[in-house]
């Protein structure tokens, strides 16, 4: 840290990405000063779903890596993170899903991931609740839940971790300025605050994906898995309106967390009753009992997306000395430590533990303009 620094790396977000990015360099006994302007982010609005997906190989890269990596940390994790590992159980309604569900299958296998295959009369006796006719589904073993806020706590408290509730108006490389007109300097700066990255950097092509949630009352055993339709990977996850697809996930309290929807174009935090209507209406098709269980609240957050749906992670190419970790989607939680390693890899000058080219952010802002 050189005289007139405030730190060694400023990372600017304290949710589970900035967290992880923090005790990742913290552990390698660089000081690190995290500034959070205390906005409501995608980390205490999402479901803290571990999951592993294969849209592409990248994709499956990172969150199998990522989810390997919060297998090891699960031991520490205190029981406020409420880490359990249930598995995903991806539903098929027809023989067409069943079609995409074994091919998954094949995939995943093939990369080392548990999973099996499940027919029509196994599924109902795994999950009675679901609705009878679904043709069966893949249960990926190794998939889990977590609460992120109470994990991205706990990695920020840590030695050589300082948090500051400030908001930044400005970064120039490896200077922020705070709103009250500060500058504070370090070795490097790290934007890892998901949609708000924007306003500092308008140039970053990243687009707000609004999604609502909704918890119920206390069931407990009304469900064991994390249940998602497979139609998720075709309609919410790749469509360019409005919708909806069925995800329910059973919390350890034995409350129901139920979504998921995605809008474009909005960045209005209201719950809006049309979309919450479609969205508790889809999830009713599966599991019709629903319908009597008491919601007792409903929420959004805003996904940080890239055109391509994986994260930028990485120095800017025209900003030398900042770092970006941002566009995550709905996997952030997922790969946070995936991307801390990738992120510190890299600004350490050390090997990668991935394959970085796939991730990196001059795949949208040009070649490296500095040595």
């Known amino acids: ?110 990369h080392g991931e548990a999973c099996e295959l499940i027919g029509r009369a196994a599924l109902h006796q795994r999950e009675p609740q679901l609705r009878e006719g679904l043709e069966g589904g893949l249960l990926i073993k190794g998939d889990g839940i977590l609460y992120a806020p109470a994990a991205a706590r706990w990695m920020l408290d840590a030695p050589n971790i300082r948090q500051q509730r400030a908001r930044v108006s400005e970064v120039d490389g490896q200077r922020v300025r705070l709103d009250d007109g500060r500058w504070l300097s370090a070795e490097a700066v790290v934007l890892a605050n998901g949609i708000q990255a924007t306003e500092l950097c308008p140039e970053l092509p990243i687009e707000a994906k609004k999604g609502h949630l909704l918890i119920t009352d206390r069931y407990p055993a009304t469900v064991t898995h994390t249940l998602v339709e497979l139609g998720y990977v075709t309609s919410a996850h790749n469509a360019s309106g409005p919708s909806v697809a069925c995800n329910i996930q059973p919390r350890p309290t034995g409350q129901l967390f139920i979504g998921a929807s995605r809008q474009f174009g909005t960045v209005d935090p209201q719950v809006e009753s049309w979309m919450l209507a479609k969205m ?7 599991m019709p009992g629903l319908a009597q269980l008491n919601g007792i ?14 994260p930028l992670v990485g120095q800017h190419p025209q900003r030398k000395g900042l770092w970006l970790a941002v566009g995550h989607e709905g996997l952030g939680v997922t790969t946070a430590p995936a991307t801390a390693d990738l992120l510190v890899a890299q600004l350490l000058n050390e090997t990668s533990p991935l394959a970085p080219q796939a991730y990196l952010p001059q795949r949208f802002l040009g070649e490296p303009a500095h040595a």
Not at 280 to 286: H, S, W
Not at 297 to 310: Q, V
């Open 280 to 286: 508790l209406k889809r999830a009713v098709e599966y």
């Open 1 to 110: 840290m050189s005289e007139g620094q405030v730190a060694d790396v400023i990372i600017i977000g304290a949710g589970i990405i900035g967290a992880a990015c923090a005790r990742t360099l913290a552990q390698r006994g660089l000081k690190v000063l995290v500034l959070d302007a205390g906005w409501h982010g995608a980390t205490a609005a999402g479901m803290g779903h571990l999951l592993v997906l294969d849209d592409n190989p990248a994709e499956l890269a990172l969150s199998q890596y990522s989810l390997q990596r919060w297998r090891e940390l699960a031991p520490a994790l205190p029981e406020a993170c409420a880490w359990r590992n249930n598995g995903t159980l991806w539903l098929a309604a027809n023989a067409e899903e069943m079609a995409v569900a074994h091919s998954k299958y094949l995939n995943l296998l093939a």
């Open 297 to 310: 609240r409903a929420w959004t957050g805003f996904r940080a997306a890239s055109p391509d749906g994986l």
